[in-house]
């Protein structure tokens, strides 16, 4: 069976620091992978999704980047973080050709 | 400009009775929409997802489509309170295999009463 990985679970950064958050995913090849934003007040915002390693699409502009160094891994990253970057960020999968997305546990950022 | 909009609720049910969650979406070329329950603290998990107008069963849960009005629901029959929480309906324009991410509404919150 699939598994989906993220860390830190939780994570409290000083505003201009940078941010690396991990993605991970067990038990599939060549999945879409997706990062979303949840903010408070706010439904699940599209950040990235990437359809292979190093292809990458961005839907929001902002100060974040994401990358897919390799085939189930996905990283999103800053590198001054802003106040609003807080939220809860979710990594989600999905098989190639099905719409159907899966989503990790997520992380939760505070940036103070 | 896609969007799906839902009703934020707190949505109130007794426990035992029926929970009717909806949902409209502004693009018409909008294809396949999706359900999913979102407990506190926690990430969303799919419970359902629909492709053709009409109806589709999975247990407790029924799915309801009807694109010519661009509106989609949820029924929960049998409510329980641990099926409190927001319930978030999702949408992707495209089906048959596109990797565009999902457009998702702000979530209801479903309150199942003892």
């Known amino acids: 069976?699939?598994?989906?990985?993220?860390?830190?679970?939780?994570?409290?950064?000083?505003?201009?620091?940078?941010?690396?958050?991990?993605?991970?995913?067990?038990?599939?090849?060549?999945?879409?992978?997706y990062w979303y934003r949840q903010a408070a007040g706010r439904g699940l915002q599209l950040l990235?999704?990437?359809?292979?390693?190093?292809?990458?699409?961005?839907?929001?502009?902002?100060?974040?980047s994401a990358s897919r160094p390799q085939d189930r891994q996905f990283i999103l990253s800053s590198k001054k973080l802003l106040l609003s970057d807080s939220g809860f960020y979710l990594c989600a999968w999905s098989v190639r050709g099905v719409e159907t997305q899966y989503f990790g546990p997520g992380t939760r950022l505070l940036v103070l | 400009q896609k969007e799906v909009e839902q009703n934020s609720g707190p949505l109130s049910v007794p426990?035992?009775?029926?929970?009717?969650?909806?949902c409209t979406y502004s693009d018409r070329g909008s294809q396949?929409?999706?359900?999913?329950?979102?407990y506190s603290g926690?990430?969303?998990?799919?419970?359902?997802?629909?492709?053709?107008?009409?109806?589709?069963?999975?247990?407790?849960?029924?799915?309801?489509?009807?694109?010519?009005?661009?509106?989609?629901?949820?029924?929960?029959?049998?409510?329980?309170?641990?099926?409190?929480?927001?319930?978030?309906?999702?949408?992707?324009?495209?089906?048959?295999?596109?990797?565009?991410?999902?457009?998702?509404?702000?979530?209801t919150h479903l309150i199942i009463q003892p």
Not at chain 2, 15 to 22: D, F, Q, R
């Open chain 1, 1 to 33: 069976s699939q598994t989906i990985h993220q860390w830190p679970a939780t994570l409290v950064q000083p505003v201009g620091s940078p941010l690396s958050l991990e993605c991970t995913v067990e038990g599939t090849s060549n999945p879409n992978l």
């Open chain 1, 48 to 64: 990235f999704y990437s359809v292979g390693i190093g292809q990458i699409s961005s839907e929001v502009p902002q100060n974040l």
């Open chain 2, 15 to 22: 426990e035992g009775a029926i929970a009717s969650l909806n």
């Open chain 2, 32 to 38: 396949s929409f999706f359900w999913y329950r979102q």
């Open chain 2, 42 to 107: 926690k990430s969303p998990e799919l419970i359902m997802f629909i492709y053709s107008n009409g109806d589709k069963e999975d247990g407790r849960f029924t799915a309801q489509l009807n694109k010519a009005s661009q509106y989609v629901s949820l029924l929960i029959r049998d409510s329980q309170p641990s099926d409190s929480a927001t319930y978030l309906c999702a949408v992707n324009m495209y089906s048959g295999g596109g990797a565009d991410g999902l457009t998702f509404g702000k979530g």
